[in-house]
């Protein structure tokens, strides 16, 4: 159960993209989750707003009620006292043709009862209604269920009860207006309407910010782990050079006294036997040769990627190469221009590449070249693309990973010392197979401009 952690770990090293999507979907169901929680909490402001609202209503209408028992009048008791002139902004009673009967302040004259159908009343008869362009609410009250029913009236005490509600009646023109239907009340509330604002406005605030917040985090642990692998992979590459430094000087050596024994071997065979015996020291010779090569592509491999720069023009390195490898100058389109790389590093990967090509099993006369000049994001670039008529390549994919080949006699390191050696100096290598059999390798560097 222990090396299951590692084994994931592994996995997502080998596999980038399983680590991009696995913190894609983390950093989704992060940022739903703070505009759940954002959500939750801002509708809870509102929710809290609202019933400050209603308390505040509830206080004002008691307060109102409260003063008529002193004026004949609405408007009186309303103009007397502070909080109700402050807070109410218009009153009417409506009969049942939804006309006015009493109107103070800014209230329609006639009003309409279709409005009501959207909105829910309470059991006391009673509309809230929100009006934004007003910042206000509006109270809609259904005088008949604001009403008490009438007490069945005792023999003893009809009469002083008769004389109290007449005495009710005229100090209030509520109960004085017998034929009123609505009681219409309009009442500001500009801190509900600033919560109702500012929460309309930190939502989508917060979700731009929680959405930025989240992915820049998301970014920024792919760059950490990018540079983290990287670290990685260079103090692995360090310990790999230094092995593969000491293997190979220690195999040098025994390769050279075997290279020497093996002319004197030659002479002494052919003076003592003729001919006889050449066809084997050759067999030697190559297998010798073949090791020397391995020894000298994993050193190349080894050494610092970007090495000493200095401008280097492509056509001559380039012909001198092919002309060596060869015998021949296999340019057929050319832009001359000069890039600015590490001269060794440069001539190592267009040697690969015409190796690549020579080796492809194609035929030789079918091996070709051009360089061409172009223009990338305003950039100036040289294209170098080396192409044959060959088998191709098996798996494009896997083609750059070091020691990985499909030729009986491949090293399988040399497009992978390519490929590091073009990037040190800011370039592209990029492997295709042709149309009709073959393959393309493209080198692109940006092109080295002297200033003057």
């Known amino acids: 159960m222990a090396n299951k952690p590692r084994a994931v770990a592994r996995a997502?090293?080998?596999?980038?993209?399983?680590?991009?999507?696995?913190?894609?979907?983390?950093?989704l169901f992060a940022w739903l989750f703070l505009s759940v929680l954002t959500l939750f909490i801002l509708w809870s402001m509102r929710d809290r707003a609202r019933l400050i609202r209603d308390n505040d209503n509830e206080r004002i209408l008691s307060s109102l009620f409260t003063s008529l028992r002193t004026y004949d009048e609405f408007g009186e008791a309303i103009e007397a006292t502070p909080i109700l002139s402050e807070r109410i902004r218009g009153l009417a009673i409506y009969d049942a043709n939804l006309s006015a009967t009493y109107q103070w302040g800014k209230a329609p004259n006639v009003y309409e009862e279709a409005g009501l159908g959207k909105e829910s009343p309470t059991r006391s008869g009673r509309y809230t209604i929100p009006n934004k362009s007003g910042r206000s609410v509006t109270f809609i009250l259904n005088i008949e269920k604001l009403?008490?029913?009438?007490?069945?009236?005792?023999?003893?005490?009809?009469?002083?009860?008769?004389?109290q509600d007449s005495r009710r009646?005229?100090?209030?023109?509520?109960?004085?207006?017998?034929?009123?239907?609505?009681?219409?009340i309009d009442i500001t509330h500009p801190a509900y309407w600033r919560t109702q604002t500012l929460t309309a406005f930190i939502f989508p605030f917060c979700e731009i910010v929680f959405f930025?917040?989240?992915?820049y985090i998301r970014h920024l642990y792919l760059r950490n782990r990018g540079y983290r692998e990287r670290i990685e992979a260079q103090q692995n590459l360090v310990v790999l050079g230094?092995?593969?430094s000491t293997l190979a000087h220690e195999i040098k050596n025994p390769l050279l006294a075997i290279r020497l024994q093996t002319g004197i071997l030659r002479k002494i065979v052919k003076t003592a036997a003729g001919e006889n015996g050449e066809e084997e020291l050759s067999i030697i010779e190559e297998e010798i040769d073949r090791i020397s090569t391995l020894i000298y592509r994993v050193n190349d491999y080894l050494r610092e990627d970007r090495g000493n720069p200095a401008p280097v023009r492509v056509y001559n390195l380039f012909a001198e190469?092919?002309?060596?490898?060869?015998?021949?100058?296999?340019?057929?389109?050319?832009?001359?221009?000069e890039?600015?790389?590490?001269?060794?590093?440069?001539?190592?990967?267009?040697?690969?590449?015409?190796?690549?090509a020579l080796e492809s099993g194609g035929p030789e006369q079918d091996i070709g070249a051009a360089i061409k000049k172009t223009r990338f994001n305003g950039q100036r670039r040289i294209v170098i693309a080396v192409f044959d008529?060959?088998?191709?390549?098996?798996?494009?994919?896997?083609?750059?990973?070091?020691?990985?080949?499909?030729?009986?006699?491949?090293?399988?390191?040399?497009?992978?010392?390519?490929?590091?050696?073009?990037?040190?100096?800011?370039?592209?290598?990029?492997?295709?197979?042709?149309?009709?059999?073959?393959a393309r390798v493209t080198i692109t560097l940006p092109e080295y401009i002297a200033q003057v």
């Open 242 to 244: 230094t092995a593969a």
């Open 12 to 27: 997502r090293q080998k596999n980038p993209r399983l680590a991009s999507h696995t913190t894609l979907i983390v950093s």
């Open 321 to 337: 190469t092919s002309m060596r490898l060869c015998n021949r100058n296999i340019i057929r389109e050319a832009e001359d221009g």
């Open 147 to 163: 009403l008490p029913p009438p007490a069945p009236p005792s023999p003893g005490r009809e009469r002083q009860k008769s004389g």
């Open 169 to 184: 009646r005229r100090q209030s023109p509520l109960f004085s207006n017998s034929t009123g239907t609505y009681l219409y």
């Open 212 to 215: 930025i917040l989240v992915f």
């Open 389 to 438: 008529r060959g088998a191709g390549f098996s798996d494009i994919k896997r083609a750059f990973d070091p020691f990985y080949t499909t030729k009986s006699a491949g090293t399988g390191i040399g497009l992978s010392i390519s490929k590091r050696f073009i990037e040190a100096a800011n370039g592209t290598i990029v492997l295709e197979n042709r149309a009709g059999g073959g």
């Open 339 to 356: 890039v600015f790389i590490d001269p060794g590093r440069f001539r190592s990967a267009l040697e690969n590449s015409v190796r690549n």
